[in-house]
T-cell receptor
Framework: GQNIDQPTEMTATEGAIVQINCTYQTSGFNGLFWYQQHAGEAPTFLSYNVLDGLEEKGRFSSFLSRSKGYSYLLLKELQMKDSASYLCAVLDSNYQLIWGAGTKLIIKP | GAVVSQHPSRVICKSGTSVKIECRSLDFQATTMFWYRQFPKQSLMLMATSNEGSKATYEQGVEKDKFLINHASLTLSTLTVTSAHPEDSSFYIC???????????FGQGTRLTVV
């Protein structure tokens, strides 16, 4: 079956760095997405990785290792507004998005 | 970026009635639209995938006669919840893609409450 795992909840301090991991087992792979979702709102796109390596975009970076079925989202200089759920999703061989359950990130002052 | 507009954002309806939710891609042609449901503290659950001009493909366990999906044009898809029950109360979100390996653009979501 298809499976995407990410931690349920993480806590970090304002100004610090946090890494949210995602491991996946899917039928085929056409890329991995990270989305941010605030409570009661639709997800918003953060990043897309299809090749191995690190993609940096401002305070957010995303890493992919296809051989390990592993990705992480790195958030630097955390701000209170970064408190949200972070969803990992994989595009499988049928171009369907398979979603992880999301990681709730709590930022403390 | 591409914009997907979903309407209404909130709706309250009585048990037994039907509710229609619209999803429009405002500045691109959405060859594929997805409908999701999200219960509190849970992840998105794909309900169905629709391609313009053809019947929607429903995920296992989703009643096609209860959740009617129409994707009649490249910019509009509708989800109709028929004979709504309180257990249908949820957050419904649509997303649209232009095909191939592109990100999914999400609507704002619709909070449905059935009383």
């Amino acid at each position: 079956g298809q499976n995407i795992d990410q931690p349920t909840e993480m806590t970090a301090t304002e100004g610090a760095i946090v890494q949210i991991n995602c491991t996946y087992q899917t039928s085929g792979f056409n890329g991995l997405f990270w989305y941010q979702q605030h409570a009661g709102e639709a997800p918003t796109f953060l990043s897309y990785n299809v090749l191995d390596g690190l993609e940096e975009k401002g305070r957010f970076s995303s890493f992919l290792s296809r051989s390990k079925g592993y990705s992480y989202l790195l958030l630097k200089e955390l701000q209170m507004k970064d408190s949200a759920s972070y969803l990992c999703a994989v595009l499988d061989s049928n171009y369907q998005l398979i979603w992880g359950a999301g990681t709730k990130l709590i930022i403390k002052p | 970026g591409a914009v997907v507009s979903q309407h209404p954002s909130r709706v309250i309806c009585k048990s037994g009635t039907s509710v229609k939710i619209e999803c429009r891609s405002l500045d691109f042609q959405a060859t594929t639209m997805f409908w999701y449901r999200q219960f509190p503290k849970q992840s998105l659950m794909l309900m169905a995938t629709s391609n313009e001009g053809s019947k929607a493909t429903y995920e296992q366990g989703v009643e096609k006669d209860k959740f009617l999906i129409n994707h009649a044009s490249l910019t509009l898809s509708t989800l109709t919840v028929t004979s709504a029950h309180p257990e249908d109360s949820s957050f419904y979100i649509c997303s649209a893609r232009t095909g191939g390996i592109t990100e999914a653009f999400f609507g704002q979501g619709t909070r449905l409450t059935v009383v």
